[in-house]
């Protein structure tokens, strides 16, 4: 086993084109990293550079204390899961299994003990003579990592191994995936699209995303799914990690009547001065306009607060309540004119939407008790837990901090 | 996707004659319609037949045999699947469904049955009797066939022709295939095509080619010309007849087989390399393969359903081996192929009997070849 160190790692394509430019991540020998981001984001490149698929064409590339960059695959000591699983069509699900030990020369019975232990592990005993055709997908997902688990490598390398998967299955694998690394204590590199995946299964998540100009890195923000998701370094992360996403909306921060207050699309809102010293630089921003984000979950239906006060409550009419059953969604919107910031814009594109699509409101999701949950259309007083609120630059999209 | 839900599709939605249910003139023009159609399949073929004897006619101008022999050829046929498939129509629903696929299978399999399976029974029938076909003589020309020394020589080299040159032509089709796809896509392309070239080249005008690169000039009739001499000469040789050279000059014929089919097998087999999904080569070299065992332990057995189908298909060709032979040697030096003894059977020596066993020959051997040929397919094409 063994850490994978990403030093100032870049990718320029024979053509010109940049896919990556100085991302540094530190994996600890166990430890299971997600890389996280929107679709062209470069996560499965880097991916594939550990693995020796691509090319590092900048910066040191290390498996253990061991510069790989020039290493070729198979003398990586690496096992890498794939997307659609690549299994080998000719061979049976022992075969599959066995391959990468065949190849290096290990005695049979060796091979025998890894091959039945990994069957035993994921419950595939009695595919062991089938072809992968004759496979559903969830076992070929399984065959798939008991070829990577009979080779004991240095490293678990999964490209968005779950995504050819139905959701119900693609939940218990989560986990299954999950409590398998916590027992192997194999280092893991973990490549998804899906940020709940990432949140889930990581140890720590990074957060990935296009060069949208040059000297700028794809890394965003590397942390432990909790960090990430209270202290998001900058708009782009923010948005992209939740479920339903941080609400955003223009604002200002001013202090009236010797009262810090939060302002905005005609509400105000007093904040705690604790909260604001906790980000000394917010002092600089003083009645400038910022953008303020609201996660669903700092909402809540002003009944099951009884001790909130006045001015902490806002009136919302509702556009649209869902019932989940364990919680309920609110949506309700604000006259104010909608956040687009490059960020953003690079979210929505990700969604398969524009700025367009936003209209010319801000719209907000507040998740509520589902017992309170108001009727569509019906006035409705929220109470915002304004100690979590979440401040970034409406220019560069940093938190402010 | 299977044949049983398109039957099914018929049987529910059977094509009806227009405006059916209407009132009862719509109902009296359909049943102008189905006699007219019925008088139009009697007439139709009346007139194939009076056009046979139009176009035999020497007298008439070609131009116009050629013109009616297209208006009428195409028209007609239209027109007799037209009637006949609106008569199906008049039948009861479940009937029709049942009835229809003869009426448009129906011509093939008649034409087939009259143009192949007919002969094939006369074949085999003659192969039982003498030389003029006038006296049934049992087994005598299948015996003949298998212990006098010409026939064993050719049937010798058929063996040999059907071993050698499917090695070669999937072995150089493949190390082409393969080495091709490192190219750059253009240069790929360029080297294909100049690969595949001989390919659209006929069998004689190949070995006219090569008659060149072989040919020898004995001592006082001129300079030598061929190339295989220049090359053999300069090295400091004396000029040989390369095809009188006893069994060496099997080998040189074959060559010109191979030269034209290995294109053949190129395409086919790049085609299947380049269908090998790239995950199952990048999860061999992670397994730690190093490139050769990636090609010889994941590409190979992927795509062996296709060097099979491309092997039994050269292999075919190379019974059916005529043209070359004929033209380079005609079976002389110990040259001769199944194939090329039939034809010299039946019209040098005029023995039909012995010519027809020979092909008798030829057609039992192909015949397995090619129903694994087709079973291959068919699996293959079931696994898509």
């Known amino acids: 086993m063994a850490s994978i160190t990403f030093e100032n790692v870049g990718k320029v394509y024979p053509g010109g084109t940049r896919a990556i430019y100085d991302v540094s991540i530190h994996v600890e020998d166990g430890e299971f990293v997600v890389l996280v981001g929107p679709s062209g984001c470069g996560k499965s490149t880097l991916l594939r550079m550990v ?84 496979l559903s997908g969830g076992q070929r997902q399984r065959v798939a990592m008991g070829r990577a688990i009979v080779r004991e490598p240095a490293a678990f390398l999964m490209d968005e191994p779950l995504s050819n998967l139905d959701a119900k299955l693609r939940v218990q694998m989560r986990s299954e995936i999950g409590l398998l690394q916590e027992r192997l204590g194999t280092t893991t590199l973990y490549v998804t699209h899906d940020q709940t995946e990432a949140m889930t299964m990581g140890d720590r998540v990074a957060v990935l995303r296009k060069i949208s100009h040059e000297g700028e890195s794809n890394l965003q923000q590397i942390d432990t799914p909790r960090n990430l998701y209270d202290n998001p370094d900058n708009l782009f992360v923010a948005g992209f990690i939740g479920s339903p996403s941080m609400n955003f909306v223009y604002g200002t921060i001013q202090e009236e009547n010797g009262k810090l207050g939060v302002k905005f699309a005609g509400h105000t809102l007093s904040v705690d001065r604790e909260a604001i010293a906790k980000r000394p630089s917010l002092s600089n921003y003083a009645g400038k306009e910022i953008v303020i984000g609201v996660r669903p979950e700092a909402f809540e ?22 019932q989940l059953g364990s919680e309920a969604y609110v949506h309700f919107e604000m006259d104010s004119p909608p956040v687009i910031t490059p960020d953003i814009q690079e979210l929505l594109e990700d969604q398969g939407a524009d700025e367009e699509t936003l209209g010319s409101v801000t719209k907000f999701t507040a998740r509520v008790n589902p017992d309170l949950a108001p009727e569509t259309g019906q006035e409705t007083v929220l109470v915002v837990d304004t100690s979590k609120l979440h401040y970034f630059d409406k220019d560069t999209g940093t938190a402010i901090r | 996707m299977s044949t049983p839900s398109l039957i099914k599709d018929e049987v529910s939605e059977p094509p009806r004659p227009p405006g059916e249910p209407g009132s009862t003139d719509n109902r009296l023009s359909v049943w102008v319609l189905r006699i007219l159609s019925a008088l139009i399949v009697p007439a139709v073929l009346l007139l194939f037949f009076f056009t046979f004897e139009f176009l035999q006619d020497p007298r008439t101008n070609k131009a116009l045999q050629i013109a009616v022999a297209i208006v009428v050829g195409v028209g007609g046929v239209w027109l007799l699947f037209w009637a006949m498939d609106r008569l199906v129509s008049a039948l009861p629903d479940r009937m029709a469904a049942g009835v229809r696929p003869f009426v448009f299978a129906g011509p093939a399999l008649m034409i087939l049955g009259f143009y192949l399976v007919y002969p094939t029974v006369d074949t085999i029938i003659t192969s039982l009797r003498n030389a003029d076909g006038s006296e049934f003589v049992g087994i005598d020309n299948f015996v003949r066939l298998f212990t006098e020394s010409t026939y064993l020589v050719s049937l010798r080299n058929s063996v040999i022709w059907a071993i050698v040159v499917p090695i070669f032509c999937v072995g150089f089709g493949l190390a082409v295939a393969v080495l091709a796809d490192l190219l750059p896509r253009k240069t790929e392309a360029v080297v ?20 060149f690169m072989y040919t020898f000039r004995p001592e006082g009739f001129g300079e030598q010309i061929g190339l295989l001499n220049a090359i053999w000469t300069a090295l400091g040789n004396d000029p040989v007849d390369w095809l009188r050279l006893p069994f060496w000059n099997n080998l040189f014929l074959m060559a010109i087989l191979v030269w034209t089919q290995t294109g053949f097998a190129m395409v086919i087999l790049s085609s299947a390399i380049k269908g090998v999904p790239d995950e199952l080569l990048e999860a061999a070299r992670i397994d730690g393969a190093t490139e050769w065992q990636v090609f010889r332990k994941v590409t190979i057995p992927t795509i062996a359903s296709t060097i099979v189908v491309v092997w039994t298909t050269i292999l075919i060709t190379t019974w059916k081996v005529y043209d070359i032979v004929a033209v380079m040697t005609g079976g002389r030096d110990g040259t001769s192929v199944v194939a090329e003894r039939m034809v010299t059977e039946f019209y040098t020596f005029r023995n039909e009997g012995l010519g027809a066993a020979l092909a008798v020959v030829l057609l039992v051997v192909v015949l397995p070849i090619l129903i694994i040929n087709i079973r291959r397919f068919q699996e293959q094409e079931a696994t898509r």
């Open chain 1, 51 to 134: 693995a020796g698929l691509e090319e590092v064409t900048e910066g040191k590339l290390y498996i253990g204390d061991r510069v790989v960059n020039d290493v070729p695959p198979k003398d990586r000591d690496i096992a890498m899961v794939f997307q659609n699983y690549a299994l080998y069509p000719h061979m049976t699900v022992y075969e599959n299994m066995a391959f990468g030990l065949r190849l290096r020369k290990m005695p049979d019975d060796e091979i025998d003990r890894r091959v039945q232990e990994a069957a035993r592990i994921l419950e595939i005993h009695e595919y062991l003579d089938r072809r992968p055709k004759a």
């Open chain 2, 192 to 211: 294909k095509s100049l690969i595949f070239l001989p390919m659209a080249v006929s069998f004689v005008g190949a070995s006219v080619v090569f008659f």
């Open chain 1, 301 to 322: 239906i002003a009944q099951a607060v009884p001790n909130a006060t006045d001015d902490q409550k806002m009136t919302v009419k509702p556009q649209l309540v869902e």
